[in-house]
């Protein structure tokens, strides 16, 4: 009984070992280039907008 219980405990932590070496692979992969598709992903520059001279004024 306690040897069936740890073989199972063993199992689901090997799996999640896999899971997350897997998930690690994918996330620091290359994107693949297609021809003709869009760019891949790249990060974003978070930035604030470049200031204006008018102040006040509502477009539309």
Do not use: K, N, Q, Y
Request: proline share 8%; glycine share 12%.
């Amino acid at each position: 009984m306690v040897g069936s219980a740890a073989r199972e405990l063993l199992l689901v932590i090997a799996v999640a070992a896999v899971g997350l070496l897997l998930a690690t692979a994918v996330t620091f992969a290359p994107w693949p280039v297609t021809p003709g598709g869009s760019a891949p992903s790249g990060l974003v520059e978070l930035h604030r907008p470049a200031s204006t001279d008018r102040t006040g004024t509502a477009s539309g």
